[in-house]
């Protein structure tokens, strides 16, 4: 007989399961679809049968919709009637300021302080409901009284942030944060990612830098400390200060004997963000502690993976990164590198590890050089480097077609892109190849089979190859005509395009001036010709005459495509170049204003962004 009770007992139990299993999901979709008169009696049947609050607060909220405020409050006063939970008052007191009546909301949300929790999860619990409804007063009062209660000041340093956070009382919200992590120091990350929301609705911008001074002023009073002295690099960093973040790591790392891992990763973030030189400082002093460790010696300086190896490596690609910006960076400079890298593969050995660095010696022989056999020579020898991953191997080939093709063998460029191309179907890499393909057929004047490929290569799902490819085709179909049968004007403009390739910037310049004395003054390929020759007075480091070229672009030919793209060229260097801030800012705000479909348009507004912050 018992049994049959208990199973008859387990069947009713599933069959009440089940049944709610059915009618949740149904309320859900309900309220998320709107249809609140819909969804509050099923979520009010779900309550009774279980009494699983979460169900009650959307019942109510499906009431609020409907302002049926009345049904509203019967409903939860019975609730704290039958189950005594004081903090649905807090709940209660939402629906009467809802509803207008002050007073009573007033002595709803007064109630559970006069019959106050005394546990810890209890008055987090009571705390985390005023907050839903932004009674930060009463919040604060409650972690207040908590505090005196479990007679511990210490306790609820986070919520109490977060109730200066909503008021935005940022002095207070840092004191909490800064007594956080005095103690647990493990929550660095959490503070640093609360900061990082709240900066978001910093008003007056002033958080950055009151927090910059909080860090300040809490390291000269408790200098031993290490939790501030992370929390600083983390405000260094925020603030773009990446020299000065890079020195206090390596200070750090000093009085901690650290192995360098927390420089490394400083000195890959001060690369990512554009400040080589810090990059470069914190590299160094890696380079310079493992030599202090274990003399260098070749192929034995390091294990492989080292700290030391890695700086080594990362500094010569940085180097060369640096350089590569640099307009005033001369063959001498170049060879130096080209040199320098020579020593380190010699010093490390030649592994999948070192791998990056024939690269770039290979692209140096041959952009800055001219020393494309040398640069065909490492790049043959680096896919045979034991260990590589396919990514390097076609990086390889992909260079290597790239070489060929500026030294004049478009035949052999052409079988390179396109082992790399099969290889290679359905990546970034594939894309391309297929490109360089297009573009090679476009220099040797195989003009119609390259428009092929680049048609089709505008569907490519890489942007930044879909762009070039429809500017090619651009090019192509604006310049073609139907008397020009030898479309020599075509193959002009292939010519140049090629020597640019080739940074034959001289060559380049003489033909498009000459090809722009013959031109008609209404002839159509004017503007690309125009572009094509500031493009060139830039990388000849004649940015006055790069710039009259591009705005004459800008101001004749606005709204045509090579205008646009001009316009765009024109903030960039204003804010790189010249450092003029303000005459980029009303650069960047027109292209924005008038090119919002453009490709550049992201570029722009970030840009732009950027240069506002920079503003006092």
Known sequence: ????????????????????????????????????????????????????QSYLHYYINCLVELKDYETAIKTVRKAIRQTGDIILYVNLGFLYETSGDANKAKECYQEPLKEFPQTLNGIVSLGNAYMVYLQTQYAEMTYEFGRKILGNPEEFRMEMANVYNAERRFPAMLDEYFA???????????????????????????????????????????????????????????????????????????????????????ARTAADEGDPDAALKAYSYLIDQGA??????????????????IARIEYLLTQVEKERLNPETNSRRWQSLSDQITQTLNDL??????GQLFLEQARIRSDYLNDY???????????????????????????????????????????????????????????????????????????????????????????????????????????????????????????????IFRKKWAEALVRADSLLRVSDPDEPSLDDILYKKGNILFQLDE????????????????????????????????????KEKDKAITLFEEFIRDFPNSFYFLDARDRLKSLLQQIP
């Open 1 to 52: 007989m018992k049994q049959l009770l208990a199973g008859v007992l387990l069947f009713l139990c599933f069959q009440l399961a089940s049944a709610q299993e059915i009618k949740a999901p149904l309320a859900w979709d309900y309220y998320r679809a709107g249809e609140y008169a819909k969804a509050a009696p099923i979520f009010l049947k779900i309550y009774e049968e279980n009494q699983v």
């Open 180 to 266: 956080l992590l005095l103690n647990q120091p493990q929550y660095l990350p959490t503070v640093e990612a609360m900061i990082e929301n709240a900066l978001n609705y910093d008003v007056d911008q002033t958080l950055m830098q009151m927090t910059h001074d909080k860090t300040y002023s809490s390291i000269q009073q408790l200098p031993g400390v290490a939790v501030f002295y992370d929390l600083l690099v983390w405000v260094l960093i925020k603030e773009g200060n990446y020299l000065e973040a890079v020195e206090q790591t390596i200070a750090m790392d000093r009085r901690s004997h650290a192995s360098g891992e927390r420089t490394l990763d400083m």
């Open 292 to 309: 202090e460790i274990q003399p260098v010696q070749p192929g034995l300086a390091m294990p492989v993976g080292s700290v030391y190896r």
């Open 349 to 354: 050995g030649k592994s999948a590890e070192t």
């Open 373 to 499: 056999a040398g640069a065909l020579a490492i790049l043959d020898e680096a896919v045979l480097l034991p260990g590589i991953h396919p990514g390097f191997r076609t990086d390889c080939i992909l260079l290597k077609g790239d070489v060929l093709l500026a030294s004049g063998d478009p035949w052999e460029a052409n079988f390179a892109y396109a082992m790399t191309d099969l290889e290679n179907p359905d990546n970034p890499s594939g894309a391309t190849a297929r490109f360089r393909k297009a573009q090679l057929a476009w220099f040797t004047g195989n003009i119609s089979w390259a428009m092929a490929q680049l048609d089709v290569l505008k569907g490519s799902t890489s942007k930044p190859i879909a762009n070039d490819a429809f500017e090619l085709s651009l090019l192509i179909r604006e310049n073609e005509s139907e008397t020009d049968t030898a479309q020599v004007l075509l193959k002009e403009l292939a010519g140049i395009d090629y020597l």
């Open 543 to 578: 940015t006055a005459q790069a710039m009259q070229a591009f705005e004459v672009l800008a101001d004749r030919y606005r709204y045509e495509y090579w205008g646009h793209k001009a316009l765009f060229q024109l903030a960039c260097l204003n804010q790189d170049q010249l």
